[in-house]
């Protein structure tokens, strides 16, 4: 049988960097106290691409066997065409390859390795590479400081490949989602639904003294907070009793580095152990879907991941959308 497997994962940061105040409270409440920060000529496609041209050299991986490419961004380059297309090109894949955009925020690796398990193990392709990037960054009025603190730019790529195994080493899978929390984080203008006007770049002062206009990034902090304590414990035990496994089996969570504050109070709900519990976002921020594989990279790196290690992923935030999966460490990971 044919399995799907991480073989690489690498990521990339942009080289401009934001500073969050280590004398303001929030600061050490959210964990975060550096952030990468594109520049006005860099883009998210530019992320990616720099993730996968490191992970073909660092891996010696021959980019010509690429044979689907999937790209998880919420800034994509133009509304058309499909950025996966101009990335293949960038990147000088096939033209055999498949290319396509998906889009999803933080939740978005997940599936991602949910999308290129199932073109593997059905046959379609033998080696997918992933990409993840976003850049928020540009989202977001100057002066809004409850999304500003949070988020950072930045770019992954993995490379997922097949192989004869009677072990699966991605899966099982859960998925969610309830639209109904569409409004709590949202761009409301700039879409098909509300085109950019000159009234709705109009920036305006809410109660607590941050500034955005329609254009910008919203989010309604205590709403995400209170779905993602309600719905990621019900999607832990859901993926628990899937995989017919306890806590104990694990040797590593990695869920979506949304904040600290949220992650240390979904640790205590969940009863997990911090030495099995990932936090990798002090110097870099929210990633939106880069968040999950930049962990898992680090993590590989501080050699708290070894062969055969097992660990849940879960991912959570923009849409709703949530998703989780098992994932087992292989010994091709670099």
Not at 163 to 188: C, K, Q, W
Request: proline share 3%; aromatic share 12%.
């Amino acid at each position: 049988m044919i399995k799907s497997y991480i073989q690489s994962i690498e990521y990339y940061f942009p080289q401009k960097k934001e500073y969050n105040s280590t004398e303001d409270k929030i600061t050490g409440k959210i964990g975060i106290y550096e952030r990468n920060i594109s520049t006005e000529n860099e883009i998210a496609s530019d992320f990616a691409v720099q993730a996968a041209e490191k992970l073909f050299q660092n891996s010696d991986f021959d980019k010509n066997q690429i044979d689907y490419l999937l790209y998880c961004t919420q800034s994509p380059d133009y509304i058309l065409p499909t950025t996966a297309c101009l990335i293949q090109e960038r990147l000088k894949l096939p033209t055999t390859c498949g290319a396509l955009d998906f889009n999803l925020g933080c939740s978005g690796y997940v599936y991602g390795l949910s999308l290129a398990k199932g073109l593997i193990e059905t046959g379609i392709a033998k080696n997918v590479l992933l990409l993840t990037a976003d850049t928020y960054s540009k989202y977001i009025h100057p002066q809004d400081k409850s999304v500003r603190v949070l988020f950072g730019d930045a770019g992954t790529a993995s490379l997922i490949s097949g192989m004869h195994s009677e072990t699966d080493y991605i899966g099982p899978f859960v998925f969610g989602t309830d639209g109904r929390g569409a409004n709590n984080l949202i761009i409301p203008a700039g879409g098909s639904r509300e085109p950019i006007s000159q009234e709705s770049g109009i920036a305006i002062q809410d109660s607590f003294g941050n500034t955005r206009s329609r254009q910008n990034l919203y989010m309604n902090g205590p709403e995400i907070f209170n779905f993602t304590l309600q719905e990621i414990p019900l999607a832990f035990q859901t993926l628990l009793n899937k995989s017919s496994h306890e806590i104990s089996d694990y040797d590593l969570f990695v869920f979506h580095q949304a904040n600290k504050y949220m992650l240390e109070h979904l640790r205590k709900k969940l009863k997990i152990e911090s030495e099995k519990f990932s936090i990798q976002m002090e110097d870099c921020g929210n990633t939106v879907s880069s968040t999950i594989p930049i962990a898992l990279k680090r993590e590989w790196a501080n050699q708290r991941i070894t062969l055969n290690s097992r660990m849940m992923l879960l991912g959570f935030g923009v849409g709703y959308s949530w998703a989780g999966c098992d994932i087992v460490w292989h010994e091709n990971y670099s």
